[in-house]
């Protein structure tokens, strides 16, 4: 429950009392030296080298991400990174921000291990948000109204840096990550996994594919997981599983459906986080808190979610030049959550929350709080490319109009929580009641109309992206007042230029421009207008011919405007006076630099910054949180041949610099350092594998938003798997 917009509600209440892609895989084609186009099986089938098939080994080649078409990583003018399977089953990710770790530009898990939500920050800014989408479409998500998805269920992780409007409409300013599910085979393809690890939570997996007749016509996947048991705080568990298939039909050569579902059910317990500065970062009287401290309540601690996805991708080859494709997903989430969390220690001298324990009981103060939310959205993307020449240049033109419903159904309440002792908690202390404080109902509609042209000239690399969204957004509140309506419209673009030189190596310039629909409204009743954001990127991409590998390394600036602050006329409201700059540097590594030898390693430097906010004394400073440098790397080998072939080594170092605990720059959390490896042990058709993650067992903290609210890093834990596949 590490939510930061549940954390301002509470402080709040407290204060008061027709037509998408994942197109490389649904075009399978390429224009060769002379003209023709011949038909991609391997991207179709999920089977290797595509823009949604498997990445090989550690470096990835071809990409969808950030151009809604199967497009080589060094064409696309922003940062793109790719996290192949290989690389997921290799560091034993069991959540898609996990897996996030060694990632150039990403600062992953900021609030911990959270069992129920992913976060992120992307060059500065949290993205957790807007920036998800899976497939390419959006999973869009406000208040507590957002989805899960197991990276079990995935092929690759992918994310895009800097703004993606152009393509994608309202979305972060900073980025995006793209998750890409796995896709059904033609080749016979059974696996199952199962393993458990030192905190006491086991798992079992299947995944099975292949085709369904001799012509290949009809082929399929199902993969599935259920898992359950201990986390690393206290009295903490949960239960959940999900199950996922695919099936493909190929009409023709150039025409294919592929039908993508998946549903999800969790049932959980909270872990750890919210805890105050003192205590954690610093000592308390006491010493520090437990990293295992459980802040909930035994009987009362509930999160439930019951999560569905149905949806499709098609394409169809009209001719030689023309290629329709049409990609639809709906999406239902139904979560309920209860229980309080701490907002700091109890004074027991005026009955409110402070920052320091005050002895004997060292009570933390506790605010009550449920809520149950339902969402229902769908997205639909239709999309035109042809491919053509105009005398030397070639194109690839993308037409594509789009739209997103969003619904969300909510009520959230507040209030009755009871004290609890920070250093020897006693729990059962009957719970008062919760107040609804947002009984609320929401709905956005958005439809963008884009076009793209690639174009190709000698080794120039050109990319000119436009497009224009208008989006409705519509809220009632029958107990409070959140009832408004907002209406808008926004041009974004990017351009972009790059040389491919024979060496392998792409440098590249761009300007990106973004929106983001803000939802909400100021003192007065007038919605938000949409957050804006702007980006340059210099950089360069290099393929290097002697081993198989990509490194990439940017500069950029970013600028984030319309940000949400405090109203300096209207307490408790907010309104749109911010703006932040980022400027950093970030190079990232993925090699496949032998056959058995593999590589990642990735460098981020900021220089993050307040530029404009209604409290003068903030500008200059730097955004609480984010950390301006982080650096990481893993080296994985396998033994080839001989006796110990099929034996197999990693080992990983993630640094995070230090941050600050509030926008006036006066607490810091200190940097960490955290070791991880892993080996494993494959003979024929069977693997053994350990890994341990922080191995040398550092307690540190992740971050504060406030002094309030800080979180723990996970602590040693170490997962031992074994899998069969035949």
């Known amino acids: 429950m590490k939510h930061r917009h549940l954390l301002s509600m509470g402080v709040s209440l407290l204060s008061l009392s027709v037509m998408v892609a994942s197109s490389g895989q649904a075009a399978a084609q390429a224009r060769g030296q002379s003209g023709e186009i011949a038909l991609e099986t391997i991207t179709v089938e999920g089977q290797g080298g595509g ?28 940062s793109v990174s790719v996290i192949g399977r290989e690389q997921i089953e290799d560091r034993q990710v069991q ?82 990550i793209n998750p890409v599910s796995k896709r059904p085979t033609t080749a016979p393809l059974r696996y199952v996994e199962t393993g458990v690890n030192s905190w006491g939570n086991g798992y079992a997996g299947f995944d099975f594919g292949g085709a369904l007749d001799p012509n290949n016509v009809w082929s399929y996947r199902l993969t599935g997981k259920v898992s359950g048991g201990s986390w690393e705080t206290e009295k903490a568990e949960d239960f959940r599983g999900v199950i996922a298939p695919a099936l493909t039909y190929r009409a023709t050569a150039g025409t294919e459906l592929t039908l993508l579902g998946s549903y999800q059910h969790m049932d959980l317990s909270h872990t750890g986080g919210f805890l105050p500065y003192v205590g954690t970062v610093v000592s308390a009287p006491f010493g520090r808190i437990s990293r295992r401290f459980y802040y909930d309540e035994p009987g009362v ?31 239902h989430t139904d979560s309920k959550e209860r229980g ?28 009550g709080f449920n809520h149950h939310t339902v969402v ?51 729990y059962g202390a009957p719970q008062g009641p919760t107040v609804p404080y947002l009984d609320q ?96 990127e210099v950089g360069v991409k290099y393929k290097p011919a002697f081993f198989d590998g990509l490194i990439t390394a940017s500069l950029f600036d970013l600028t984030r405007q319309n940000t949400l602050t405090a109203d300096p006329d209207h307490l408790f409201f907010e309104a749109q006076l911010g703006e932040v700059r980022s400027r950093g540097f970030e190079v ?66 993630r640094y995070v610099g230090f941050s600050y605990v509030d926008n006036e720059n006066t607490l810091k959390v200190p940097s960490s350092t955290v070791f991880d490896a892993g080996i494993r042990y494959t003979r024929e058709n069977v693997t053994v594998a350990l890994n341990v993650n922080n191995i040398f067992d550092r307690e540190y903290v992740s971050s504060c938003d406030t002094q309030y609210t800080c979180n723990y890093g996970a602590g040693r834990v170490a997962t031992l798997k074994a899998s069969y596949k035949w």
């Open 588 to 653: 990232e590594a993925q090699a496949n630099i032998t056959e058995g030898l593999k590589a990642i390693a990735s460098v981020t430097a900021y220089d993050i910054e307040i530029t404009k906010d209604s409290n003068a004394a903030l500008i200059g400073n730097r955004p609480n949180v984010v950390p301006e440098f982080l650096a990481s790397g893993w080296l994985d080998y396998t033994v080839q041949e001989g006796a110990l072939k099929g034996l197999g080594f990693g080992a990983g170092v």
């Open 376 to 426: 229902n959205t769908l997205s639909l993307d239709n999309q035109a490319e042809a491919k053509f020449d105009t005398g030397a240049a070639s194109h690839k033109l993308l037409l594509g109009l789009d739209y997103k419903y969003y619904n969300l159904d909510h009520i959230q309440a507040s209030g009755g929580g009871t004290p609890l002792s920070a250093d020897n908690p006693v």
């Open 95 to 176: 959540k898609v921000d996990e897996a996030l770790r060694y990632t150039a530009g990403v600062f992953a898990q900021p609030f911990g291990q959270d069992s129920d939500t992913d976060w992120f920050y992307i060059r500065g800014f949290d993205a957790g948000q807007t920036g998800v989408f899976l497939n390419n479409l959006p999973l869009y998500q406000y208040g507590f109204g957002g989805f899960y998805i197991d990276p079990f269920v995935l092929e690759r992780i992918e994310v895009l840096k800097g703004p993606a409007s152009a393509l994608y409409g309202g979305s972060a300013s900073d980025g995006l």
């Open 301 to 331: 601690d509930l999160y439930r979610r019951e999560q569905a996805m149905l949806g499709y991708e098609f394409t169809h080859d009209i001719n030689e030049v023309w290629t329709l494709r049409q990609n639809f997903r709906y999406a």
């Open 441 to 536: 109902n929401l709905t956005m509609n958005q439809i963008g109309f884009y076009a793209q042209d690639q174009i190709h000239l000698g080794g120039w690399i050109a990319t000119l992206n436009g497009r224009y969204d208008r989006v409705v957004t519509e809220s009632t509140d029958k107990v409070g007042a959140a009832n408004f309506t907002e209406n808008t419209g926004e041009f974004s673009g990017r351009l972009g230029l790059g040389y491919e030189f024979a060496s392998g190596v792409t440098p590249y310039v761009a300007v990106s421009r973004s929106f983001n629909p803000v939802i909400g409204s100021d003192f007065y009743g007038e919605s938000f207008e949409p957050e804006t954001g702007q980006q340059y």
């Open 51 to 78: 823009a949604t098939g498997p990445v090989n080994g550690y470096a990835p080649s071809r990409t969808a991400t950030g151009s809604k078409s199967d497009t080589p990583i060094e064409e696309i003018p922003q």
């Open 340 to 367: 309080p969390y701490p907002y700091g220690y109890l004074d027991p001298a005026t009955g409110f929350p402070g920052p320091t324990p005050v002895g004997p009981d060292f009570l933390l103060y506790r605010i």
